[in-house]
């Protein structure tokens, strides 16, 4: 089932923890054919507003951040050290002005293939570990800024979704401080899956990470 809007009108860390396990689902243009791509998130980062110094929207509403202060369920993507986008999705309470969540590492499920292509890989943990790699891989860009996720009538190719608890393996999830900031470092704002292993016994951080944890 589709997420809906109400999914992502929650305090921006708990919709971050809430969106490990769901299912990132786009259908990809390639040579005049629409190809499913999919996958399971397993690692993300929540980013605030005045409480998150980290937060691009930290400081004030520029054009680059705007999404971050739109509707939730929106996407927020944006351009980083000048060769990769990353897609984050504008996620906060009510009361709160600006806040996103960063979709940091998927593990693929459907339409591996055209990531390969995309990518120029055959290594499958190398296609969508890292928020660089996973934009690239679902062929994700800027013109995706701002694009409802909730709403079907204006959106039927790029959404994500529940996944049957039965349909993968079992997981839970783990939490940490943030990659790659300089700031906000002591918040315990990443989250990430952690697998159960085949005796049933502990859990070990998936192999689909930006970052082994």
């Known amino acids: 089932m589709r997420l809906k809007k109400s999914f992502f009108e929650n305090d921006t860390s708990k919709v971050a923890y809430s969106l490990i396990g769901k299912m990132l689902v786009k259908y990809t243009n390639f040579m005049?054919?629409?190809i499913k791509t999919s996958g399971i998130i397993t690692e993300t980062e929540a980013y605030g507003y005045t409480d998150d110094p980290a937060s691009h929207a930290y400081r004030k509403l520029t054009p680059r951040n705007a999404s971050m202060f739109g509707e939730v369920g929106r996407l927020y993507i944006y351009f980083i050290y000048g060769n990769h986008y990353c897609l984050n999705i504008v996620a906060r309470n009510l009361n709160?002005?600006?806040g996103a969540v960063l979709i940091r590492s998927i593990e693929p499920i459907e339409g591996i293939s055209l990531m390969k292509l995309l990518r120029k890989s055959e290594?499958?943990?190398n296609l969508t570990t890292g928020p660089g790699r996973l934009t690239?891989?679902?062929?994700?860009?800027?013109?995706?800024?701002?694009?409802?996720?909730?709403d079907n009538a204006v959106n039927n190719y790029f959404y994500f979704e529940n996944v049957s608890s039965s349909r993968f393996h079992k997981f839970t999830v783990g939490q940490t401080t943030r990659i790659g900031i300089s700031t906000g470092t002591e918040k315990e704002w990443r989250f990430i899956m952690l697998n159960q292993d085949r005796n049933g016994l502990q859990y070990q951080p998936s192999k689909f990470l930006s970052k082994r944890s």
């Open 32 to 34: 005049g054919n629409y």
């Open 136 to 150: 690239q891989a679902f062929k994700i860009t800027i013109k995706h800024d701002n694009l409802d996720i909730t």
């Open 123 to 125: 290594n499958i943990s």
């Open 96 to 98: 709160q002005t600006a």
